[in-house]
Protein backbone atom coordinates (compact mmCIF):
# COMPACT_ATOMS: atom_id res chain seq x y z
CA UNK A 1 0.00 0.00 0.00
CA UNK A 2 1.40 3.62 -1.39
CA UNK A 3 1.66 6.87 0.58
CA UNK A 4 -0.92 8.14 -2.09
CA UNK A 5 -3.38 5.29 -2.30
CA UNK A 6 -3.49 5.53 1.89
CA UNK A 7 -4.32 9.48 1.63
CA UNK A 8 -6.84 8.92 -0.86
CA UNK A 9 -8.70 6.02 1.05
CA UNK A 10 -8.46 8.36 3.49
CA UNK A 11 -9.90 11.50 1.66
CA UNK A 12 -12.54 9.01 0.34
CA UNK A 13 -13.72 7.82 3.47
CA UNK A 14 -13.69 10.95 5.27
CA UNK A 15 -15.81 12.34 2.86
CA UNK A 16 -18.39 9.61 2.66
CA UNK A 17 -18.97 9.92 6.17
CA UNK A 18 -19.04 13.73 6.33
CA UNK A 19 -21.61 14.51 4.08
CA UNK A 20 -23.86 13.23 5.92
CA UNK A 21 -26.84 15.61 6.78
CA UNK A 22 -27.16 16.55 10.16
CA UNK A 23 -27.30 19.23 12.79
CA UNK A 24 -23.76 20.36 12.47
CA UNK A 25 -23.49 20.77 8.47
CA UNK A 26 -26.89 22.08 8.76
CA UNK A 27 -25.28 24.56 11.36
CA UNK A 28 -22.35 25.44 9.13
CA UNK A 29 -24.44 25.60 6.47
CA UNK A 30 -26.86 28.20 8.05
CA UNK A 31 -23.83 30.48 9.07
CA UNK A 32 -22.36 30.62 5.22
CA UNK A 33 -25.36 31.38 3.55
CA UNK A 34 -25.89 34.24 6.57
CA UNK A 35 -21.89 35.35 6.11
CA UNK A 36 -21.39 34.62 10.20
CA UNK A 37 -18.21 34.24 11.59
CA UNK A 38 -17.69 31.36 8.65
CA UNK A 39 -14.08 30.99 9.24
CA UNK A 40 -14.47 30.95 12.83
CA UNK A 41 -17.26 28.06 12.49
CA UNK A 42 -15.75 25.76 9.93
CA UNK A 43 -12.54 26.01 11.18
CA UNK A 44 -13.91 24.90 14.87
CA UNK A 45 -15.16 21.82 12.84
CA UNK A 46 -12.05 20.66 10.85
CA UNK A 47 -9.67 21.09 13.81
CA UNK A 48 -12.36 18.89 15.95
CA UNK A 49 -11.91 16.60 13.66
CA UNK A 50 -8.63 16.62 13.17
CA UNK A 51 -8.09 16.01 17.15
CA UNK A 52 -10.42 12.92 17.26
CA UNK A 53 -9.22 11.74 13.48
CA UNK A 54 -5.32 11.78 15.07
CA UNK A 55 -6.70 9.96 18.00
CA UNK A 56 -8.15 7.37 16.67
CA UNK A 57 -5.30 6.47 13.68
CA UNK A 58 -2.59 6.91 16.44
CA UNK A 59 -4.47 5.02 19.27
CA UNK A 60 -5.98 2.25 17.63
CA UNK A 61 -3.19 0.37 16.71
CA UNK A 62 -1.75 -0.27 20.47
CA UNK A 63 -5.25 -0.71 21.63
CA UNK A 64 -5.50 -3.66 19.14
CA UNK A 65 -1.97 -5.32 19.98
CA UNK A 66 -2.72 -5.24 23.46
CA UNK A 67 -6.24 -6.81 22.91
CA UNK A 68 -6.52 -8.47 19.88
CA UNK A 69 -10.35 -9.30 20.14
CA UNK A 70 -10.99 -5.49 19.79
CA UNK A 71 -10.77 -5.11 16.11
CA UNK A 72 -13.19 -7.90 14.88
CA UNK A 73 -15.50 -6.61 17.07
CA UNK A 74 -15.25 -3.15 16.35
CA UNK A 75 -15.05 -3.92 12.56
CA UNK A 76 -18.45 -5.71 13.02
CA UNK A 77 -19.75 -2.99 14.79
CA UNK A 78 -18.23 -0.79 12.65
CA UNK A 79 -20.47 -2.30 9.95
CA UNK A 80 -23.42 -2.86 11.11
CA UNK A 81 -23.52 1.31 12.21
CA UNK A 82 -23.08 1.84 8.66
CA UNK A 83 -25.68 -0.37 7.40
CA UNK A 84 -28.30 1.29 9.94
CA UNK A 85 -26.72 4.71 8.64
CA UNK A 86 -26.98 3.81 4.82
CA UNK A 87 -30.64 2.94 6.17
CA UNK A 88 -31.38 5.87 7.55
CA UNK A 89 -30.20 8.09 4.49
CA UNK A 90 -32.15 5.45 1.99
CA UNK A 91 -35.19 6.12 4.58
CA UNK A 92 -34.93 9.72 4.31
CA UNK A 93 -34.07 10.06 0.33
CA UNK A 94 -37.76 7.85 0.29
CA UNK A 95 -39.28 10.44 2.13
CA UNK A 96 -38.18 13.71 1.17
CA UNK A 97 -39.39 16.78 1.63
CA UNK A 98 -36.41 17.06 4.93
CA UNK A 99 -35.91 20.84 5.77
CA UNK A 100 -32.26 21.59 7.06
CA UNK A 101 -32.68 22.84 10.51
CA UNK A 102 -30.31 24.94 11.94
CA UNK A 103 -29.06 24.75 15.66
CA UNK A 104 -29.34 28.65 16.08
CA UNK A 105 -32.40 30.59 14.58
CA UNK A 106 -30.83 33.61 15.52
CA UNK A 107 -27.80 35.79 14.90
CA UNK A 108 -25.52 34.68 17.26
CA UNK A 109 -22.10 36.59 18.07
CA UNK A 110 -19.12 34.64 17.24
CA UNK A 111 -18.52 33.02 20.97
CA UNK A 112 -21.84 31.83 20.84
CA UNK A 113 -21.15 30.65 17.43
CA UNK A 114 -18.29 28.68 18.55
CA UNK A 115 -19.44 27.20 21.45
CA UNK A 116 -22.59 26.04 19.72
CA UNK A 117 -20.31 23.96 16.77
CA UNK A 118 -18.31 23.15 19.71
CA UNK A 119 -21.30 21.34 21.39
CA UNK A 120 -22.71 19.71 17.85
CA UNK A 121 -19.46 18.33 16.88
CA UNK A 122 -18.58 16.94 20.82
CA UNK A 123 -22.41 15.93 22.20
CA UNK A 124 -22.73 13.87 19.12
CA UNK A 125 -22.00 10.06 19.95
CA UNK A 126 -21.93 9.45 16.07
CA UNK A 127 -18.52 11.97 15.89
CA UNK A 128 -16.69 9.33 18.05
CA UNK A 129 -17.86 6.06 16.06
CA UNK A 130 -17.25 7.44 13.03
CA UNK A 131 -13.26 8.78 14.27
CA UNK A 132 -12.07 6.77 17.16
CA UNK A 133 -14.01 3.42 16.08
CA UNK A 134 -14.65 3.08 12.39
CA UNK A 135 -11.36 5.24 11.21
CA UNK A 136 -9.14 4.10 13.84
CA UNK A 137 -10.34 0.69 12.71
CA UNK A 138 -10.13 0.75 9.48
CA UNK A 139 -6.78 2.92 9.76
CA UNK A 140 -5.25 0.23 11.64
CA UNK A 141 -5.46 -2.05 7.70
CA UNK A 142 -3.33 0.63 5.83
CA UNK A 143 0.20 -1.23 7.36
CA UNK A 144 2.83 1.42 7.52
CA UNK A 145 1.14 4.18 6.18
CA UNK A 146 -1.52 4.84 9.20
CA UNK A 147 -0.31 8.45 8.78
CA UNK A 148 -1.51 8.74 4.91
CA UNK A 149 -4.46 7.52 5.93
CA UNK A 150 -5.66 9.83 8.96
CA UNK A 151 -3.93 12.62 6.90
CA UNK A 152 -6.48 12.15 4.08
CA UNK A 153 -9.36 11.68 6.38
CA UNK A 154 -8.14 15.06 8.18
CA UNK A 155 -7.90 16.67 4.67
CA UNK A 156 -11.51 16.31 3.68
CA UNK A 157 -12.80 17.03 6.60
CA UNK A 158 -11.13 20.79 5.74
CA UNK A 159 -12.32 20.68 2.15
CA UNK A 160 -15.80 19.40 3.18
CA UNK A 161 -16.45 22.24 5.61
CA UNK A 162 -15.02 25.38 3.91
CA UNK A 163 -16.52 24.29 0.91
CA UNK A 164 -19.97 23.82 2.77
CA UNK A 165 -18.94 27.42 4.75
CA UNK A 166 -18.01 29.07 1.98
CA UNK A 167 -19.78 28.02 -1.03
CA UNK A 168 -23.33 27.83 0.81
CA UNK A 169 -24.41 31.13 -0.76
CA UNK A 170 -24.24 29.13 -4.17
CA UNK A 171 -25.37 25.75 -3.23
CA UNK A 172 -28.52 27.65 -2.05
CA UNK A 173 -30.79 27.68 -5.02
CA UNK A 174 -29.88 24.25 -6.16
CA UNK A 175 -30.96 22.44 -2.52
CA UNK A 176 -34.27 24.65 -2.16
CA UNK A 177 -35.32 21.43 -4.48
CA UNK A 178 -36.49 18.76 -2.51
CA UNK A 179 -35.11 15.86 -5.47
CA UNK A 180 -31.37 17.34 -4.79
CA UNK A 181 -31.24 16.15 -1.02
CA UNK A 182 -33.26 13.05 -2.54
CA UNK A 183 -30.41 12.34 -4.45
CA UNK A 184 -27.37 13.46 -1.74
CA UNK A 185 -29.00 11.03 0.75
CA UNK A 186 -29.60 7.69 -1.80
CA UNK A 187 -26.19 8.38 -2.77
CA UNK A 188 -24.96 8.43 0.64
CA UNK A 189 -26.40 5.07 1.33
CA UNK A 190 -24.57 3.42 -1.35
CA UNK A 191 -21.53 4.23 -0.06
CA UNK A 192 -22.13 3.91 3.54
CA UNK A 193 -23.19 0.25 2.09
CA UNK A 194 -20.33 -0.38 -0.13
CA UNK A 195 -18.07 0.57 2.97
CA UNK A 196 -19.62 -1.69 4.91
CA UNK A 197 -19.40 -4.71 2.38
CA UNK A 198 -15.58 -4.11 2.45
CA UNK A 199 -15.47 -4.63 6.30
CA UNK A 200 -17.38 -7.67 6.11
CA UNK A 201 -15.74 -9.63 3.10
CA UNK A 202 -12.50 -7.76 2.99
CA UNK A 203 -12.09 -9.02 6.69
Same mark, same amino acid.
Given at each position: ???????????????????????????????????????????????????????? *? /???????? =????? $??? %? !???? +??????????????????????????????????????????????????????????????????????????? *? /???????? =????? $??? %? !???? +????????????????????????????
Amino acid at each position: MTFASAYLAGVALGLSLILAIGAQNAFVLRQGLRGEHVLAVVLTCALSDAVLITAG *V /SGFAALAQ =AAPWI $APV %L !RWGG +AAFLVIYGAKALLAAWRGGEALRAADDGAAGLRRAVLTCLALTWLNPHVYLDTLVLLGSIASRFVGVEAAFGVGA *V /SASFLFFF =ALGYG $ARL %L !RPVF +AKPAAWRVLDAGIAVVMWSIAAGLVWGG
